[in-house]
């Protein structure tokens, strides 16, 4: 059944100067920079870059920032994430965090980088332990942070837990790196990154969907989590068939030069898992499993 919501992603520059002064600085242009946000777009989602009040250690969700995005939270009916320097209570360790907050300003859950950069270890930064799922009312997702992008075997944990959303919180961009853990994944990627280069919104099959720009400090898509991914081998010659039948109530998507599709289900009576199964069609992993399997059968 189609499951549609409105994701923004956010870009930021923090500033320099005391923790305090960070701290006071960065909750007035919060307050400003989330307001204006979901006013212009109405989202259901809002990514905000890593570390927003750079060095500030805090509590979450006891902290200032957490409490500060809790109430935006309430206030606008969105998930916000919280990405902050996390300081234990009782160990006092640190961890360079994304935490999501609920409509209700509610702690969902909280993804912990799993690398830090080197500098960030000669801050007594700890690593996280690696992919974790956060439950929301429209699917699974997971957390990356910066410099994790670069690390395949995160990647790969993700694509077993198969969540339904990537939110990237980062001070730099990644370039096509982004796109691919899309595709490889299979999940929509939502990138929130520093000024000075676009945040991202962008699709399972690695197409970029909307960005930020010069005039406009987010990126905001419209996009249905009730999909499935199928490579066009043995699928494509059934898609007349499919649109015959259901005509709008079934999307095909075809980027171009990957040789992937994504069905989209546009109506409430149908899951777009349900399609593939009543047309046979073979999911992308399928495919790539049974391709495996049939070069083991002729190695010999």
């Not at 796109?179 to 280069?197: C, E, H, M, P, R």
């Not at 649109?243 to 171009?256: F, K, L, N, S």
Request: charged share 25%; hydrophobic share 35%; with cysteine.
């Amino acid at each position: 059944m189609s499951n549609y919501i409105v994701v923004s992603s956010v870009s930021y520059a923090p500033i320099s100067g005391t923790d305090q002064e960070v701290m006071e600085q960065t909750h007035k242009d919060l307050e400003d920079l989330v307001g204006r946000v979901a006013r212009a777009t109405r989202p259901d989602l809002i990514v905000l870059p890593e570390t927003i009040c750079r060095n500030c250690d805090e509590e979450v969700p006891e902290g200032p920032t957490t409490q500060l995005l809790a109430g935006l939270a309430r206030e606008y009916s969105c998930y916000i994430t919280v990405p902050v320097h996390q300081k234990e209570r009782k160990s006092g360790a640190v961890f360079n965090v994304l935490g999501l907050l609920d409509r209700q300003g509610e702690l969902a859950g909280i993804y912990r980088k799993y690398i830090p950069v080197y500098p960030e270890f000669d801050y007594g930064t700890r690593p996280g332990p690696g992919a974790a799922l956060i439950q929301t009312e429209f699917g699974p997702v997971g957390g990356v942070i910066c410099f994790d992008l670069n690390f395949g075997e995160l990647r790969a944990q993700y694509k077993k837990l198969k969540p339904k959303l990537l939110l990237f919180s980062s001070m730099y961009h990644g370039g096509l790196v982004q796109n691919f853990w899309a595709l490889d994944v299979q999940a929509f990627f939502i990138g929130s990154v520093y000024k000075g280069t676009p945040c991202t919104i962008i699709d399972p099959q690695g197409t970029t969907l909307a960005q930020s720009n010069n005039y406009q400090s987010w990126a905001t898509a419209r996009i249905n989590l009730d999909y499935e991914v199928v490579h066009l081998d043995k699928n494509q010659a059934k898609y007349d068939d499919i649109h015959r039948h259901y005509g709008e109530a079934v999307r095909i998507v075809t980027t171009g030069q990957v040789g992937t599709s994504v069905i989209y289900s546009e109506t409430e009576e149908h899951t777009a898992a349900d399609i593939v199964d009543e047309f046979e069609l073979v999911r992308l992993d399928e495919y790539f499993d049974w391709s495996r399997e049939l070069r083991t059968e002729h190695l010999a």
